[in-house]
């Protein structure tokens, strides 16, 4: 089974130019690393451009926010209909950067159902901001993700990617240990199988938070998850592609 790195390139590289210089440097390392389902989601801006001229079959594309309506007075925003015209096959849902300037678990839901009703990927992202030894973000982590898949019906939840991205972690070197990541997975399969019955261990996990080509390996063996989404490493094309060469090494 392939592992699953999804580049989240935020809003970088700064110009058009520069994005394809990134994109043709991690199209080069996709292509030595076949045992990983790389998904790339540029600022969206650039989302039409890349896919149109990707002919291969080893990239996939996301969108990094998108409107869970597919058209109306939206000023500003775009449509997850629009992405996947534009080349996208995955939606990221609630990522922190988007629940820190408002995004609801109610935004999930919809988002989430929305993507799915168009044949879209989900990556639900989840994560608390803080923790302490009182084990209160489960709770925290399990009233986001049993929003989030809401409105996902049983057939459909093995479609949904879920990204956990402990806030506390994010934008250093260090992540959280294996360990804890593995705790956290068999919690997140627990609480999906409570709602889904055995077809929820069928979710895929991801870990996002610092991850780097020092600490993926670890993540990958002992964590129990399947792969990553990683962050400003992406948008560095010597650093991602040694984070690819040591996951292609572990598989």
């Known amino acids: 089974m392939k592992s699953i790195v ?78 996947r015209d534009a080349g996208a096959g995955y939606v990221l849902v609630g990522h922190s950067e988007r629940r820190a300037v408002g995004e609801t678990n109610d935004d999930t839901r919809k ?17 608390e901001t803080s923790r302490s030894s009182s084990g209160e973000h489960f709770s925290i982590i399990a009233e986001q993700l049993l929003a989030g898949i809401r409105d996902v019906p049983p057939a459909k939840i093995s479609k949904v990617i879920i990204a956990y991205e402990p806030v506390w972690a994010i934008g250093g070197e260090t992540t959280m240990s294996p360990r804890d990541m593995h705790t956290m997975a068999i919690f997140i399969r627990k609480t999906v199988v409570g709602v889904y019955g055995d077809v929820g261990h069928k ?4 870990y996002g938070a ?10 990958m063996r002992d964590g129990d998850v399947r792969g990553f989404i990683v962050g400003h490493v992406s948008t560095n094309a010597e650093r991602f592609t040694a984070l690819l060469q040591a996951l292609k090494k572990e598989s």
């Open 111 to 127: 988002k989430v159902a929305a993507a799915l009703s168009l044949k879209m990927t989900p990556v639900l992202c989840i994560g």
């Open 6 to 83: 999804v580049a989240n390139w935020k809003m970088n590289p700064p110009t058009f130019r520069e994005a394809k210089k990134l994109f043709d440097a991690t199209k080069k390392a996709a292509e030595r690393c076949r045992d990983i389902s790389l998904i790339i989601a540029p600022p969206a801006i650039y989302l039409h451009e890349l896919s149109a001229n990707y002919k291969g079959k080893r990239i996939s594309f996301a969108v990094q926010n998108a409107h869970s309506e597919e058209s109306g007075a939206q000023t500003g925003e775009i449509s997850i209909a629009q992405a």
């Open 210 to 219: 610092s991850v780097g080509e020092q600490n993926a390996t670890a993540m």
């Open 203 to 206: 979710v895929t996990i991801l």
